[in-house]
């Protein structure tokens, strides 16, 4: 069978048809096919993700926040805009664009609304810097810890041996009931004792796996002091921000409000007639 062409000097042309495949053939595609696992690397899965995607310039309009106590989720952030173009039901590049719009200012307003719920949840400045402060005193407890272990001939009063003892029963080998039993007014031979006996029984005599085993807590609630820090500082700043412009959040609220129902109305009323808009009902923002 030949298909019949007209060259450009205006000659009739003959070439094959295009063979059709056999059976043979799809079988062997199905099964190469079903080899195939999909992308393995980050980098690739994140390439597939865009394999749907058309031109992606719409979904460039919702860009995530990532830093700060109100980060988002970005993959969250792309399935929300997923879903909501998918409800809208754009289909020429007009209604992509206004929908696309639509879905940046509802995004818009469900942010402002996180943060007006957190700058009104009363946290206090104590409140959040409680926690770094807890971590930064276990820190100090147990470098006194180490150095009690390191130097055993020096003089301690009985509430530092009390606390450097404390913080070597937090291993998880340790018997808790033995620490418990101790009474408080216990006089500080006893404690020497009850630590050589703590190291002896879990650490087998060696003093340096116990300050190693210390200074690894140490640097853990070094660590979670710190991030703590970042984080009450990140939060102090936000509330500064919430508390001094919040007439401005309320007001600006009212004014997403208002331009989302128009941007939806002129998309509605776009797709109905099929039609452009002239965008002369909708504010700027």
């Known amino acids: 069978m030949t298909v019949k062409e007209v060259s450009p000097g205006g000659e009739d042309e003959r070439r094959p048809a295009k063979r059709a495949i056999t059976d043979r053939q ?3 595609r199905r099964e190469n096919g079903a080899k195939s696992k999909g992308p393995v690397t980050e980098e ?12 992606g310039g719409y979904r460039k309009l919702v860009t995530p926040i990532t830093r700060g106590p109100l980060r988002e989720d970005p993959d969250e952030l792309s399935a929300f805009y997923t879903m909501m173009l998918e409800s809208l039901g754009a289909e020429t590049p007009l209604e992509q664009a206004l929908a696309g719009e639509v879905v940046r200012l509802l995004w818009r307003k469900l942010r402002l609304g996180h943060w007006e719920a957190y700058a009104l949840s009363g946290l206090s400045a104590d409140a959040e810097d409680a926690q770094p402060r807890h971590h930064r005193f276990l820190a100090t407890m147990y470098e006194l810890a180490s150095r009690i272990i390191e130097h055993p001939d ?10 450097g003892i404390g913080m070597v029963f937090n291993h998880p080998d340790t018997d808790d009931s033995v620490w418990e039993a101790v009474p408080d007014d216990a006089p500080p031979e006893a404690l020497r004792a009850l630590l050589e006996r703590v190291i002896a029984e879990v650490w087998g005599g060696d ?3 116990v300050t190693a085993w210390l200074e690894t807590q140490r640097q853990k609630v070094d660590q979670s ?5 970042e984080l ?9 921000v919430s508390s001094e412009f919040m007439p401005r959040l309320i007001a600006a609220e009212a004014h997403d409000d208002r331009t989302f ?4 109305d002129r998309y509605y009323a776009v797709k109905a ?6 965008g002369d009902d909708v504010a700027d923002e």
Do not use: C, F, M, V
Not at 154 to 163: A, F, K, Q, R, V
Not at 232 to 240: G, S, V
Not at 261 to 264: E, G, I, S
């Open 261 to 264: 129902q128009r941007a939806l």
């Open 44 to 55: 690739g899965k994140a390439r597939s993700r865009e394999n749907a995607t058309k031109h």
């Open 232 to 240: 009450a500082r990140e939060n102090a700043a936000l509330k500064t």
């Open 207 to 209: 003093r340096k796996a």
């Open 154 to 163: 020096e003089e301690y009063s009985t509430e530092d041996l009390g606390w």
């Open 225 to 229: 002091a710190t991030i703590g820090d």
């Open 26 to 28: 799809k079988r062997a």
């Open 273 to 278: 007639r099929g039609a452009p808009s002239t």
